[in-house]
């Protein structure tokens, strides 16, 4: 995955998002969120304890010790607090957090997302997955529309572990933009030159356009 490509995801996620909206961004794509938004006042929340998150400071401004859930270093907008887990996650689970981006693994049709664990790999822990799940307001995924190996992400059914039965309110890949409205999903963007026979091709949920889809 070309990191032009995780921008892009990351651009158009920056401009669903709402001014005055505490945001939570989980690890992958959406850590590249705040290099993005530019002037828009959004309150970006770590869950490691940030509020007030700002861009990627420049080298010479590095401090390793301040860090983002993803250990990358970043840098504290005006006004911004500094607390422990605890309180981020009383945050979380307080259903204080507006809206939380996150990376997937798969997501089926219904909208429900598994992002924790592929079955005989070993992995580092389920971290906020699942508190971010149940706790946020809304939920956006960034993802690439395909893995790696070239399998789709946007699937029938999962077949990995899922984070939980809550189910997400958009996707945004880098082809295109898709909306949940009651467990049903509709294609509202295209966001690439490719045709909806590719598309569909590469997406084996099913899905309809919505009646307010907009073409590339």
């Known amino acids: 995955m070309s990191q032009a490509i995780r921008l892009k995801i990351a651009k158009k996620v920056s401009e669903l998002l709402v001014e005055g909206n505490v945001v939570n961004l ?3 794509i959406p850590t590249l969120i705040p290099d993005c938004i530019g002037d828009k006042n959004v309150y970006l929340q770590s869950e490691n304890g940030i509020l007030g998150m700002g861009a990627t ?12 859930a993803n250990k990358q270093p970043v840098s ?6 500094i607390f422990d887990s605890a309180d981020s996650f009383s945050m979380i689970r307080g ?4 809206l939380a981006v996150l990376g997937a693994l798969q997501v089926d049709e219904t909208g429900e997302i598994a992002n924790w664990a592929i079955p005989g790999k070993a992995i580092l822990g389920v971290g906020g997955a699942m508190d971010l799940v149940m706790g946020a307001q809304k939920i956006i995924i960034a993802t690439t529309h395909l893995t790696k190996d070239g399998n789709p992400k946007i699937v029938n059914k999962l077949t990995y572990p899922s984070s939980g039965k ?9 082809h295109a933009l898709f909306k949940f409205i009651s467990s049903k999903m509709y294609l509202m963007e295209v966001l690439s030159d490719i045709s ?21």
Do not use: C, W
């Open 57 to 68: 400071p420049a080298d010479e401004e590095t401090d390793m010790d301040l860090i983002s």
């Open 76 to 81: 504290l907008n005006k006004g911004a607090s």
């Open 196 to 216: 909806f026979e590719e598309l569909k091709q590469i997406t084996p949920a099913s899905y309809e356009i919505s009646s307010s889809f907009i073409a590339s």
């Open 95 to 98: 259903g204080h957090i507006d």
């Open 166 to 174: 809550r189910k997400v309110d958009m996707i945004v890949t880098e």
């Open 26 to 28: 989980g690890i992958g």
